[in-house]
């Protein structure tokens, strides 16, 4: 039974793509014939994997594959509609789930009757949304091998994809509101490679979460696991592990208590490691990180699989 993942292409950088490759490595170890779609077959250049890649040669009828689609392309999904192949929706970000609906009422429509979630967030809205359908759980997980701490500098560090006007906004303010902290680096992450977005993490102090419309958020995580003190928005699907203790997080919108709580992160930053109030926020980083571990993703991963198969790999 071959898997193949269909995959947006690769020039974009999101962590929805990494997700799909890091899913056929996982398979591909342990002896499923996993494959990655991509339009051209090209491997991504902005991290490294060592998935199998397939172009458009890859499509006929057959009855031992299985496609596993994207939730967000209404003219993807009809398409296979009448082929013999098992299909199950891929679910990243439930906000994007109408998008790829195209005016029906379910992905049944189309003859899915899976749907596979990245988070709790995501399963529970399947399950309410999309009753006449069987959803399943694989949880993201934070490379800690690649995510970790480095030398400290006083940077606050953003992603201002999902919220440009807002970070131009927030950061007027700040630097308004608190001229103590005009001698801290503002650093935008944009078009990074994997390794370079790590280090970015790695060196930066804070982080400033713009997460918006999230069917989890993983971005603060992997802040967390460099070393990042978090503050900013959940972006909704974040509320699932955002708490008091892990991060000075606002609610959507509100960009004065976001103001606030970033000054609040800024000074626990400059608090000193052997500090308890630091030590107790790192404790309790490390304390969510343990529900996203890649152990954790890849167990879970084999447990669906086979499940879903209903076979062991290689049978």
């Not at 790695?202 to 003190?229: D, H, I, K, N, Q």
């Not at 343990?290 to 084999?302: C, H, I, K, P, S």
Request: charged share 25%; hydrophobic share 40%; net charge neutral.
């Amino acid at each position: 039974m071959q898997i193949i993942f269909f995959c947006p292409p690769v020039g974009t950088i999101n962590g929805g793509i990494r997700r799909i490759f890091r899913m056929v490595e996982t398979l591909s170890a342990a002896g499923y014939d996993a494959v990655v779609f991509e339009e051209k077959a090209r491997m991504p250049e902005w991290f490294e994997s060592s998935a199998r890649v397939v172009g458009q040669g890859i499509f006929q009828p057959n009855p031992d594959q299985v496609y596993v689609l994207p939730e967000d392309q209404p003219n993807i999904l009809p398409l296979f509609k009448g082929w013999p192949q098992r299909k199950i929706i891929h679910s990243q970000n439930h906000f994007y789930n109408a998008m790829g609906l195209g005016g029906a009422d379910s992905f049944t429509a189309c003859g899915i009757k899976d749907i596979l979630c990245c988070s709790r967030t995501i399963y529970d809205h399947a399950r309410v949304r999309f009753p006449d359908m069987k959803a399943y759980l694989v949880p993201c997980c934070v490379d800690g091998a690649v995510f970790n701490p480095r030398a400290k500098q006083k940077r606050i560090l953003f992603m201002p994809r999902k919220r440009l006007v807002e970070s131009i906004y927030l950061r007027d303010m700040f630097r308004f509101s608190y001229p103590e902290c005009r001698d801290w680096e503002w650093q935008a992450v944009s078009g990074k490679t994997e390794a370079e977005v790590a280090r970015m993490m790695g060196e930066a102090a804070v982080f400033l979460s713009l997460s918006r419309l999230e069917g989890l958020g993983l971005t603060p995580l992997e802040t967390m696991a460099a070393g990042c003190v978090v503050a900013g928005f959940t972006g909704i699907g974040g509320r699932e592990y955002a708490t008091p203790e892990n991060g000075f997080w606002a609610d959507e919108d509100d960009f004065p208590a976001c103001i606030a709580q970033l000054k609040k992160a800024v000074d626990l930053a400059q608090k000193p490691p052997e500090d308890p109030a630091r030590k107790a926020y790192q404790a309790a980083c490390a304390k969510t990180l343990e529900a996203f571990t890649v152990a954790g993703f890849e167990a879970a991963m084999l447990a669906f699989w086979k499940e879903y198969l209903g076979q062991e790999p290689g049978s």
